[in-house]
Structure formats: structure tokens, C-alpha cells
């Protein structure tokens, strides 16, 4: 059974690349992986497409990152909680996609479950993609969303990268961490394997590539 | 009489709401109408960030930033309650498992047409969050709103000028005058606040 | 807070009619609804669309249901465990419909979520439905599958039918909850609201119609 | 020197999985490979009921009719394993999250593609199981079965006879005789059993 723990924040974005597309878990603040972000703006890559619920409240979040300039994209369901995303966007210097959220979702299942694709329901933001109706309601055809890297916050993990999620903060993390080439979860707890009854894994192991513990901060520079 | 206050709309909302029903109280106004449900309506509250069965704000200082509703505002769990990823939630959502959806809105049109989502300015960042999915996916759509604009003008329309949310969705619309069934055969109205008439709150054509 | 429980099987399969489609949950014997194939057995409904992975292997399973006749059609991922099933789909008096299991899950999971479908991986069981090639690759368009009555195994529930299995039993369960009118899930371990750590939950309660507890007998005839 | 028993032919492919791989075996033959693959391999293997990090069955007396593997096999959970449902499962085989999947052959043709799950025969039901999902999800496909038929033709043909269960997707097959890489080129042998010369087992043309 392969070991999963890194042993810094650093370790665990190692290999973020100019021009990378990057999910990051959260709702709100629930479920934001705050270090993984912050070790993330101390790489300093720059043109990152980030996909997200939200484009950060302001603070530490992604929002950190748009501030930073690293960001060149956001595809989320709800920027206007960022007022560096809502500024950036209207001066033109950073495109913002905004999806239904449960296309959001649907579009990140669609990656890592294999489809080519979601026959969703028709939304005015769908407009001008595939549509059609089937049993008289119209639908339109919607892609996988995939991603380079996803950071992710979890509650529990075990050496194995299964994950637990605490409350609300679970959200978009299971679904991101089937999408994204590489998993990386920040973790409140760390266990051996058997530490997690297999009936309440959440996230299975095979989909995480790196588990890190919160507080190691061997990342700071 | 003067017009309903926002909790007196937000009781009228919860009173009508059917025993034993799935709910998902949209952001703003319509997220008042939790208080005013009473336990013995058997209502359970579904919220699209993955939580069902949660009641209100809990005491202060116990908030927990891992545990809120779609608002963002702190909430508590209940009894039978769980948690589930967003994936999960919006099968809830959108396979039509919600019996009430209760937005708040910029428009509804004769029609059921709902905006209530972006003012389609190009400037305005749009800011959709679960608003189409459950437009679209609950079983019924009621919208809680004023009755008129700050600036007087109708919010039932014949016509949406601001983007669509959803088309042909709205099946009630709770307002501070009169509470509207969007049917078939066009807008009924339920019930009027004493002292208004229907002229006075009857569809508007609409912005120009 | 509604209370799902049911004092017998037999309330559990009330209201199945002739001509109804059934989700049988179950892989191999695990989590194979047993009282309530019993008392669906004991309604005698006929021409039943039942949709399973297995066809049963004989004794009390769906093969009970083929052998008296009240089935008219098959569909699942692997009929020849079950000698009824195939003497009886040889003999031309029972249609049976082979899809591939993830095929099959997922079409489940297109009628529970409201997808119009799922542009899924061509297979060779998929010829002559709709296809595409999307980034190179052959999908077909899967349509949902739905039912009017799923009937499943569950290991806990609670009184608002909040569900947990076990083990190996889950299998389709969880999906099958989804995409049916009315579910019925049979119960070893019955509990009230809050004997679920609401982070356990597998299957949330807004699923499920029906719960009776395991030996709750008063089904026989 | 003698072809390779079943037993053998297992430990062969078990030797090759790769550091770490996560695996899924088919039923039959295959299945027999768990009990060659050495613990320092880190090997997690996957069963598409819904089961991650399995062992083989457990003592005499304590199988447990709800914990199997897709051979409905009573087998035993290891510490770090997981259950989950037949949706994520068949995520992780179709989705390209498993390294290897061994299966089980009638034929595998010189192109790759794989026959195993259907004879073609009228009066034969066909039973795919999670076949299909496999051969064409995983990120590489091993074929294991003996070299010819009990009658002694070819299983590995120019062409399959019988029904595909997946076009272009088999990269290696490991028989009683040989292990031979599928490559874009054709096939290649990679090892044969001494005393086996390569004429012995090419590929026939297939049945007619």
C-alpha cells in the first residue's frame, strides 16, 4: 500500500506549473485548504486556470492568488464575493466562466468518472452549447471538467490517502479529487491505515496522490 | 392596511409550505422563512452546499465555520440530519427530490419566468451559485419577494427584462400585497393584503 | 421530520402493480433484499420490468420472482447465474436486457440526478445507440434508467430513513434510492434520528420511502 | 519443458504488476494471481462491487456472505480498505484510476482487441458483469489465459471470432506458453516457456 504523506505544504503543491489548471475545494469558508493555497502562492506560478465554487472572500483564499496575479482564469459559480476577482475581471485582466453550480459539479464528475460528457438541463447559461430535447425537456451537453492539480481539505486521513470530511466542508472535495491528475488534501488528523472504518471512507485512496498534515509549515520561505 | 413586513412574508411562506415537505430556502429573504416553520409541519431543510435537516443559528459563540448553509451563515444539525458532497446535493436538486424551492426574485413574468440571478450589465459579474439547478430541478418554485421596486415599479411582469434564471418555472409568488398562483391559464391570485386591490398590484409590462 | 417506518414487509411492497419496474438492489447474495423480494413474491404481481445486476442465483432471490412467473423482463449486467432466468429467456417467455454494470449504474444515477443522460464509453453492447466521438474517443448516449420501485438492503436506518449498508452489500443500493418513485429499504439495525453520525449517512433519508426492520414478519401470508 | 500451470501462469502476472499499482482481477483465472502478489509490492487491489484493499478469504468458518469480491468469493478487508458503492466503483474502472486490470480471454486478437465475455451463440445468455467497463477503462489491460483451446487451435488470432468485449485495448498476454507485449507494431514476445519455439504459438486466423 503506497504511503501518501508528504511532510510540508511545500511538498504537497511541488510540480504547480505556469499555465496549470487547479481546483480548489471549499464552500464559503468551510472546507478551504488555506495551507495548500498558501503554499501554493509562495511558488508564485502565474497563469493558472483555478476552478472553484468561489472566487474566494477576500484574505488568504484565492483570492490570494488573483491578488497576486497568478490567476489568468476563474471558472465558478459565484465570483462576486471577491472584490479582487470582481476588479480584475472589470478592468479586463482576468476571465471569469461562471457555471451553474451543479453543472460545475456535474462537469467535474464527468472527468473522473470517464464520460464524454452530461446531458444537463437547459440553463440560460448554457445557451449556445449543444442542446436537445429528450422526453419533451430540453437539455444541453456538457464536457468533463479535468484539472492539473486539486487541493483539497479533508478532516481525517489515513497514510493511504483515504479521506474523511468534517460537516460542510466535505462540498466539492470528493468530486474535485476524482477530476485532477494530481490530489493533494490537507488533513486535520492524520492515522494509520485502519484508523478510518472502511465504511465511512468518504474518498477512497486511489484518488489522492498526496496527504499532508495541517501544520507543517515547512512550506513558510 | 400597510403591506406585510419581510417576517410577516416570511410566515405567510412557511405556513403554506405541505407537511412532511423537502425544502431549499434560497439566499436572502427567502432564508428567513426558517424560523417560522413550525415542528409539527415536518419540514426538512435541504441546503446545495450538502447539508439536510438543519434548524438555526447556533448560540452564540458555538458557530463553527465547517458547518453553514448556502447563505454562508452559521447553522446547526439536527437529529437525522446528514452531510453529503455537492455532487450528491444536486442530484437532490436537480432529480426533482426537493417538493419546495423558495427563491427570492428580481422578476417573474405572467408566465413563471423567474430572473432573479444578474442584472445582465455588462459590468454586473454574474453570480449564479445553485440558483438555475434548483429553478430548474424542485418540484415546485415559489419566489418570496416585494411586490413593487424602491422605486414603485411592478416586479410581476409581463416579460423579464433581466436575464433568466429559469423559463416557465414559478408555480407561487409570496409578495408583501398578495400571494399568486402562477397558473396555466395565467397569474390567480390567492390572497390580498385588506385594503389593497388587484389593480393596484396587477403585472407591469415590464422594463422598457 | 417525516417517520418512514413501516411495521411489515408487506406495507413496505404495498402498491406494486402489474407491469411496474422493480430495482432489486444486490451483488451475489450481498445486500440482496430477501424479506422484501418474500412479500413481493407473496403480491403475485405480474409482468414486473426488474432491473438487477444478477438475475438471482436460485431459492429466495429475484429467481423466486422468474420461477412463479410474475416477471416479464430482465434487465442486468449478468443473467446466467440464474438457471430460471435463462431456461426461461431460451424458452422465448422472458425478455432479457445484458448491460454492461457501470453502464447500468450510471444510467441509474442519470434518473436519479434529472440528467437527460450520460455520454458514456462506447461498448460493443451499445451498438445501434446514438454515438460521438468526443476528443477522439467513441461514447454512446445512455438514456436514464428509472424505476417505480426500488427495494433495497440497508444495515442501519434510522426512523427518518437516513440509510448505512454493509460491506459489500451497498453495491447498487445507494443509486437504485435514487432513481426510483418509491423505495423500500429492509433493515437490520433500526434506530432513531441521530443514531447515524450524520457524516455516516450513505444514503439520506430524502431517498428513501419505506423502512421495515429485518424479521418483521408479518408479510407471511 | 512443460507448459506453465495455471498456478504459474498467476504468479507470472503477479510478478510483473507494478510498484504500488492499483489492480483489478478479473474473475476466473485471474483471480488466482492475489495470492502470488508479494506484500512488498504495495499492490491495492480493487473489486468493482464496490471494494478497495482486499485480501484473500478468511479462515475456515468466518466468511461473511456480505463481504466479496466481483466472484462473489468471500474475501477479507485490509487495514486502509474502503467500501463503496457501485457508482464510485465503476468511477474509478472507467474513469482511468486503475493501473492493470487482468481478464480473463476466449481470444485476444494481434491488434489487442479482446473477446471474453460472450460465446455469440443464440441460445447462450450473455453475462458481461463489469467486463465491458474494465477493457475499456483501465489504464492497461492484461490478458491472461492458456495459449490454445483444449482442441488445441490458437487463442490469439488475427481476428476475433468471437463477440468483442473491447476493441484496440489488450497490452500485454501472459499464456501457459509465452508473455507477449500488444504493440502498435504487433505483437511482440516477451518471454517464452523453454523449450517453446514462436511458431508453435503464433497467432491462427481466428475460427472460421
Known amino acids: 500500500m503506497p504511503d501518501r504523506v508528504v ?7 511541488a510540480g504547480l506549473r505556469r499555465g496549470d489548471a487547479v481546483m480548489l475545494g471549499g464552500f464559503g469558508a468551510a472546507g478551504v485548504p488555506l495551507g495548500l493555497i498558501a503554499a501554493g502562492l509562495a511558488l508564485g506560478v502565474r497563469d493558472l486556470t483555478v476552478i472553484a465554487n468561489n472566487a474566494g472572500f477576500g484574505g488568504a483564499d484565492l483570492t490570494s492568488w488573483i491578488e497576486a496575479g497568478m490567476v489568468s482564469r476563474v471558472i465558478c459559480s459565484y465570483p462576486r464575493t471577491s472584490p479582487a ?35 444537463s438541463v437547459g440553463t440560460v447559461l448554457a445557451e449556445g452549447k449543444e442542446s ?4 419533451g425537456r430540453e437539455y444541453v451537453l456538457e464536457l468533463p471538467l479535468r484539472a492539473d492539480m486539486a487541493l483539497i481539505r ?23 479529487a476524482t477530476a485532477a491528475k494530481l490530489v493533494a488534501a490537507e488533513c486535520a488528523e492524520l492515522v494509520e491505515p ?28 | 392596511m400597510a403591506p406585510l413586513t419581510r417576517e410577516q412574508m416570511a410566515a405567510r411562506v412557511a405556513r403554506a409550505l405541505p407537511h412532511g415537505a423537502f425544502v431549499n430556502l434560497g439566499i436572502g429573504m427567502p432564508s428567513l422563512v426558517a424560523r417560522h416553520i413550525a415542528p409539527a409541519q415536518d419540514v426538512t ?28 451563515n452559521p447553522v446547526t444539525i439536527l437529529p437525522g440530519g446528514s452531510y453529503f458532497d455537492s455532487s450528491l446535493s444536486f442530484s ?10 423558495v427563491l427570492g426574485g428580481f422578476e417573474v413574468s405572467a408566465g413563471g419566468d423567474l430572473s432573479n440571478w444578474w442584472t445582465g450589465a455588462a459590468d454586473d459579474p454574474q453570480g449564479v451559485g445553485g440558483a438555475m439547478d434548483l429553478a430548474s430541478g424542485a418540484r415546485q418554485i415559489w419566489v418570496l419577494m416585494e411586490h413593487r421596486t424602491r422605486d414603485g415599479r411592478p416586479k410581476i411582469v409581463e416579460r423579464c427584462a433581466y436575464p433568466l434564471t429559469a423559463r416557465g418555472v414559478v408555480t407561487r409568488i409570496f409578495t408583501d400585497l398578495a400571494v399568486i398562483a402562477v397558473r396555466r391559464e395565467g397569474l390567480v391570485v390567492e390572497e390580498m393584503v385588506g385594503g389593497w386591490i ?11
Not at chain 1, 457555471?99 to 464520460?115: D, K, N
Not at chain 2, 437532490?92 to 424551492?101: E, F, I, P, Q, T
Not at chain 2, 388587484?198 to 422598457?208: E, L, V
Open chain 1, 7 to 13: 511532510d510540508s505544504y511545500r511538498d504537497a503543491v
Open chain 2, 198 to 208: 388587484w389593480t393596484a398590484c396587477r403585472p407591469g409590462p415590464g422594463r422598457a
Open chain 1, 85 to 119: 476577482c470582481v476588479a480584475l475581471w472589470q478592468q479586463g485582466r482576468l476571465a471569469v466562466e461562471v457555471l451553474p453550480q451543479g453543472t460545475l459539479v456535474e462537469r467535474m464528475r464527468c472527468a473522473g468518472a470517464g464520460l464524454g460528457g452530461a446531458v
Open chain 1, 132 to 135: 436537445r430535447v429528450i422526453d
Open chain 1, 194 to 221: 485502519g484508523g478510518i472504518d472502511p465504511e465511512h471512507v468518504v474518498t477512497p485512496g486511489i484518488f489522492v496522490d498526496r496527504v499532508v498534515m495541517q501544520g507543517s509549515l515547512a512550506w513558510r520561505p
Open chain 1, 154 to 176: 479533508a478532516h481525517r486521513a489515513d497514510r493511504f490517502g483515504n479521506l474523511t470530511y468534517r460537516m460542510t466542508a466535505r462540498n466539492f472535495a470528493p468530486m474535485m
Open chain 2, 45 to 72: 431543510l435541504h441546503s446545495e452546499n450538502g447539508l439536510l435537516l438543519f434548524g438555526g443559528p447556533p448560540p452564540a459563540g458555538m458557530a463553527d465555520t465547517d458547518l453553514v448553509d448556502a447563505g454562508k
Open chain 2, 92 to 101: 437532490m436538486m436537480r432529480g426533482g427530490h426537493l417538493d419546495v424551492a
